[in-house]
């Protein structure tokens, strides 16, 4: 549980460690569950559960820290002697004692970018040789499946396919509406975009795609919701940046917006489109990565990187609204925290046969 002691406590890793937790706890498995927690920092606020805490302290910066830290973190397994330990982010033990279930979310540095990556593949470069050794990747998509066996960091054989889901906070909300404007001064209708402005979300694209449809819909505003990252551009010429907010009022958001206009470039699973369908709110987005496999026929999929056609189908959902709405929340049902949790008990049982 550490990505919840930091930055990563608001990504999609964050959300994937309390989802699962909270799926794992209604399953009845959380006795069962040891958590790891940094002892540096505080705790963070967790589910009521019959879970253990263990602590342990590691170094988290120099140009060492990673080696520093696989060392460390074997010695903390050793430590706790669980049947199984699951690493649900990037940080690998060295060698575990145990079998070992590692969760990938996307290989970002190593699909997509090309050269603009080589400081990530630098700064990632142990879990590349770290994760072959894992006896089980849980890949959190097939389009992740498939890159993790083209790139070579796992065989088909040692991989599983098991979704991640939006938090049951996400559905449609009543009052939403008021509440956003309210607070904003937001009235219906308007684009959305969650997560950060970073290359790989291609704000030119988002811009491109508001753009054309202010052209059908004159003062259609665009909200972008979600810290805006290092990379974000100087301006987003007249976004509304509501930057992070928290799960209720982010529910709120989708579930008073137009559409969410999805620009990103590569997604190991694309969270937002899932959080957005189950809130009742349009999703378009490009053809790309997981989103085909997420989204299916439930949004309007374009072109990679046409940010026109993604503004004229944003304009197409929005006049026909209650329709995409309908074919989301269907679509949504499909992933659950449930399902995962059941799914992850599983692997971890397919280990100890």
């Known amino acids: 549980m550490r990505p919840l002691q930091g930055p990563s406590g608001g990504r999609g890793v964050g959300a994937y460690a309390r989802g699962l937790l909270k799926g794992l706890i209604a399953a009845g498995f959380d006795s069962r569950l040891t958590l790891l927690l940094d002892a540096a920092f505080d705790a963070p606020a967790l589910p009521v559960g019959e879970y253990r805490l263990a602590g342990c302290r590691r170094r988290s910066h120099g140009q060492l820290s990673a080696y520093e830290d696989a060392v460390a973190l074997n010695r903390d397994i050793q430590r706790i002697g669980p049947d199984v330990y699951h690493a649900i982010d990037f940080h690998l033990p060295g060698r575990s004692p145990c079998p070992m279930v590692v969760t990938l979310h996307d ?41 993790a066996v083209r790139l070579r960091l796992a065989g088909r054989q040692r991989l599983r396919v098991i979704s991640e889901a939006a938090d049951p906070i996400f559905s449609p909300r009543e009052g939403a509406a008021d509440r956003v ?78 559409c969410l206009v999805f620009s990103s470039r590569y997604e190991g699973f694309g969270l937002p489109c899932v959080e957005a369908m189950a809130c009742g709110c349009p999703v378009a987005a490009f053809r790309n990565s997981s989103l085909p496999e997420v989204v299916d026929d439930a949004g309007l999929l374009l072109e990679d990187g046409d940010g026109e056609a993604l503004g004229r189908a944003a304009v197409e959902m929005l006049r026909d609204r209650e329709r995409w709405k309908r074919t989301g929340l269907q679509r949504a049902k499909r992933f659950s925290w449930r399902q995962t949790a059941s799914e992850t008990i599983s692997a971890y049982e397919s280990l100890l046969r």
Do not use: H, N
């Open 181 to 258: 404007m309210e607070r904003w001064g937001l009235a219906e209708p308007y684009l959305l975009f969650v997560g950060a402005l970073d290359a790989r979300k291609d704000p030119a694209a988002l811009l491109s795609a508001w753009r054309t449809a202010r052209g059908a819909i004159p003062g259609l505003k665009l909200v972008v919701a979600g810290s805006a990252g290092r990379q974000a551009p100087a301006s987003m010429a007249g976004a509304v940046q509501v930057g992070q907010v928290d799960d209720e009022t982010l529910a709120d958001i989708y579930s008073a917006a137009g």
């Open 107 to 147: 290989l970002i540095p190593w699909a997509w970018g090309g050269p603009r990556m080589r400081g990530e593949r630098f700064r990632y470069g142990l879990v590349r040789r770290l994760l072959p050794r894992a006896d089980l990747v849980i890949a959190v998509s097939k389009a992740t499946a498939e890159d």
